[in-house]
Every structure is written in C-alpha cells, then in structure tokens.
C-alpha cells in the first residue's frame, strides 16, 4: 500500500465560486477521478496554518500504477485546467516503512 500526499492551492476562480457551486464541481469531478474504485481519497484543509497549500489530499492506492492513473484524471478535469487549483507538491509515503524495513533485514540470517 502507498500513500500519497498531493499539496493543492486554491485559485481565485475557484474562491469566486458559490460554496453549493464549489460542491457540485468537486462531487461529479471526483466521483469521475475515483471511478475505478482502486484508490482512496481523504482531504485536509490547511489554510489556516500555512500559505504554501489550502488543502492536503492524502491517497492510497495498492501500486504506483493505480495512483498514476488516477492523477493522470485528476490532471484532465476542471479542478486542474480552468484552473480551480495549482498541485504545489507530491510527496510519496510508505507508512510506517521503516518497520518493514527493520522486519525484513531482521528475519535474514
């Protein structure tokens, strides 16, 4: 299992909008971007506290594979090219890698 955290910012067009207005686009957009039901989304709002992103998106997905694919749609919808927000970061994690790390080297002789 990967998971990774993609740091978006928001843009003026998308502030513009009507909250319920904002809701509609997000809900059909990504509705369409988790189509394939491989991935999983948890989002975070981070405004409040730094001015490098307004909201973190954590994905998992089972492989590099499934993640690609789903930003590949991501990249294609409105949230990206009207622009509604700026991807700022990708940070790729393994949780808690180290513990498998140390289980594997552990178990050779």
């Avoid at 740091?7 to 909250?19: D, F, I």
């Avoid at 319920?20 to 957009?29: G, L, M, P, Q």
């Amino acid at each position: 299992m990967i998971t990774v955290f993609v740091l978006l910012k928001t843009t003026t067009e998308w502030l513009r909008l009507a909250r319920a207005e904002r809701n509609r686009i997000a809900d059909a957009v990504l509705a369409d971007v988790l189509s394939d039901g491989t991935v999983t989304l948890r989002m975070f709002d981070a405004e409040a506290f730094t001015t490098k992103c307004t909201d973190v998106a954590m994905f998992q997905a089972e492989d590099m594979r499934a993640f690609y694919f789903t930003i590949e749609r991501l990249r294609d919808s409105v949230l990206i090219t009207t622009p509604y927000f700026e991807m700022v970061d990708i940070i790729p994690a393994i949780e808690e890698g180290f513990k498998a790390f140390e289980k594997e080297s552990l178990s050779k002789p």
